[in-house]
């Protein structure tokens, strides 16, 4: 799912080209991609695009009439643009074409869970913000003060929406790699020396790789937008060494999702238990790294 630096870059390539110009058609051609009724997709044409903003891990496309459409990625969906007169727009879900260009919305596999929705206000817009802390401008007693509010592992803690903004599975991974904190550890039971490494590591990752993806569109429409890049510490990285210790990534499975980490480096060389494997292996499931490698 495109987190915080890959929607900023989707925004900022967006700036560059629907600021100020005028949306001439809607088309969408799946039924159920558009999750409002009211006010229809056809009521924002001939409006301009005054604002494009973040919310959360959606973007939001302000209009001229506090007209508001708002696309949500979800896991598989991306945007493309295609500029006027560079040829014909590739199979997609939705085509906003503008006067300077239109921009498609895909979403790989079979599952739709991308979405579309217009919005006739503001304060509807606000409503669906799930109200996560914008760590970049936040200070470290805001971050304190937010992440014990609650006692939660600190991998749902992070991917939480109604208590971080913008951070997913792939950025947490990264972010509790580089605090050299375990994913499991509770939030309520972090001593303060956690506390700040873990706020200068949310700081840190998101803002190095936010740079790094614009530097890698140098002013193009980003293309390459993916949880799983090779620079990564942890994430998607699973059996690989870990670049600060060499020690084998480990990861703990569940749904769709997974959790990266190194147990060298997080958890003192605890193997964290997998939930099928675990149940499965039982006694043979290895707790530390020195009965993994026996294995």
Known sequence: MPELPDVTVYIEALEQRVLGATLESVRITHPFLLRTTEPPPAALQGRRVLEVRRIGKRIALGFEGEGWLVIHLMIAGRLHWLATGQGRARAALAYLQFDTGTLTLTEAGRKRRASLAVLGSSVELERIDPGGLEVLGATLAEFRERLRA???????????????????????????????????????KLDEACIERLYAAVREVLTEWTQRLREE????????????????????????????????????????????????????????????LSRLLKDDWPRTIEELDAL
């Open 150 to 188: 609650e006692n939660h592992t600190l991998k749902r803690s992070l991917t939480d929406p109604r208590t971080f903004s913008g951070i997913g599975n792939a950025y947490s991974d990264e972010i509790l790699h580089r605090a050299q904190l375990s994913p499991v550890a509770l939030t309520q």
């Open 217 to 276: 569109s140098a002013g193009e429409f980003p293309e390459r937008v993916t949880a799983f890049r090779p620079q990564m510490a942890v994430h998607g990285r699973f059996g690989k060494p870990c670049p600060v210790c060499g020690t084998a990534v480990q990861r703990i499975r569940y749904a769709e999702n997974e959790t990266n980490y190194c147990p060298r480096c997080q958890t003192g060389g605890k193997i964290l238990a997998d939930r099928s």
